[in-house]
DNA sequence: CTGTATCCGCGTGGATACTG
DNA sequence: CAGTATCCACGCGGATACAG
């Protein structure tokens, strides 16, 4: 049943591998950012109206962290008014299934969570 | 190629079931300790030494979280010095496998990512 | 051994206004 | 359209000391 043997995946290092990552999605907007992205290549505009409630500023922030990193790529064309297309990369997209086993689990867990957070209050 | 169909699990309801997920595991060292208690019950000091850079306040601070969670079991033996045991919940179980992807993942494209953030860096 | 209490620096991210 | 610039509040997490 346990996966001991595995969890060293996550622990080795000092866990500074597991954090490196963690570091880089675990932010407000990378994840739904990344998500949003998997349409297809999107312009900023596009972005920041799907990203519900996401500023200009932490969409800009959160592009630049993700071009940097070699997640996303930026093209920008030629043109009065500019135009600039965010596109998942390869390794961009690689980063979708993990970030969907993830987010198969809260879907899955969530209620059981919450309700074990509400009990403990009360309890206390 | 693209998965796009699916994205909507983390897409779903504005991010907020993600980000709740996210909100829990992203912290410095939740992660680590779940990992660690992957390989059985531990007390406090066990932990303590395992979980190597972590304070008192911060192991003490992640186990409230993931016992208020239901993802951790807290038992006080009633005995003097005081005997504390953790352990993995069948639900904090659960999250070792998409924790496991997720950690595949950092290991196999980390590489790339910090070749092309030094790559981002020195052309700026 | 298993915690609590207190203080504090730092970085994230929100609001708002401005620009090429 | 696609950003930058500035200011600021908040909370995480580290260090240290103390306690049942």
């Known amino acids: ?34 998500a949003t992205l998997d349409q297809g290549s999107l312009r900023f505009t596009d972005l920041h109206q799907q990203v519900s409630g996401i500023s200009q500023r932490m969409l800009t ?11 996303v790529s930026r093209t920008v064309h030629a043109e009065v008014p500019p ?3 965010y596109a998942l990369t390869p390794t961009g997209k690689s980063l979708i299934p993990p970030a969907l086993a993830l987010a198969g689990w809260a879907i899955e867990h969530i209620p059981h969570i919450e309700a074990s957070r509400e009990a403990y209050e009360t309890r206390n």
């Open 61 to 71: 922030l959160t592009l630049r962290n993700l071009e940097r990193d070699g997640l």
């Open 1 to 34: 049943m346990s996966e001991y043997e595995h969890t060293c995946m996550i622990r080795g290092d000092g866990g500074r591998t597991i954090r490196a990552i963690l570091d880089r999605i675990c932010n407000k907007w990378t994840l739904l950012v990344v």
């Open 83 to 85: 135009r600039v297309e």
